[in-house]
């Protein structure tokens, strides 16, 4: 079961740790995360190397490497500040967090929905949809409901 929030921690302890970049593990989900937050401005760029360092060729991945294989984030920062301020876990294996396209709404506007607090200017939610995993605007234009991972600002 992929575990979304470890990733959450290891890009909050990186950014916290002033790192340029870090190694999560390569999963389809933390793909699909790091991708949100690359296309949402929040980190530099991904890309795919082993537990050492990010590829300077192309390796494919295979049942002999696949245990070594890691994505590399580079991390953002603007004037020595990190771009991402926090990022945690909503929905956690004790308590999975689902919303319906009304509440997602509420969420977007800066209300309240299910225990949730609103979402503040300047920060994202991810969610996983029938459409993949979106960032929470992407999900409501395509009227999908889904499982809320992460929060970031």
């Given at each position: 079961m992929p575990r979304h929030y470890d990733l959450?921690?290891?890009?909050?302890n990186g950014f916290a740790a002033r790192l340029r970049r870090i190694a999560v593990p390569d999963t389809k989900l933390?793909?699909?995360i790091s991708n949100v937050l690359y296309?949402?401005?929040?980190?530099?760029?991904?890309?795919?190397?082993?537990?050492?360092?990010?590829d300077t060729d192309y390796v494919s991945t295979t049942p002999d490497n696949i245990a070594t294989r890691r994505l590399w984030l580079e991390l953002k920062y603007n004037n020595d500040e990190?771009?991402?301020?926090?990022?945690?876990?909503?929905?956690?294996?004790?308590?999975?967090?689902?919303?319906?396209?009304?509440e997602?709404?509420?969420?977007?506007?800066?209300?309240?929905?299910?225990?949730?607090?609103?979402?503040q200017p300047g920060e994202i939610?991810?969610?996983t949809?029938?459409?993949?995993?979106?960032?929470?605007?992407?999900?409501?234009?395509?009227g999908a409901g889904g499982?809320?991972?992460c929060r970031a600002i």
């Open positions: 959450c921690a290891r890009v909050q933390n793909l699909a296309k949402e401005g929040f980190i530099a760029g991904v890309s795919r190397g082993d537990h050492v360092q990010p990190p771009v991402l301020k926090k990022m945690s876990a909503v929905s956690k294996p004790s308590k999975k967090i689902v919303m319906k396209v009304e997602l709404q509420n969420l977007a506007a800066g209300n309240r929905a299910q225990f949730i607090k609103g979402l939610a991810i969610l949809t029938n459409y993949g995993v979106l960032e929470l605007r992407d999900a409501l234009e395509k499982e809320v991972l």
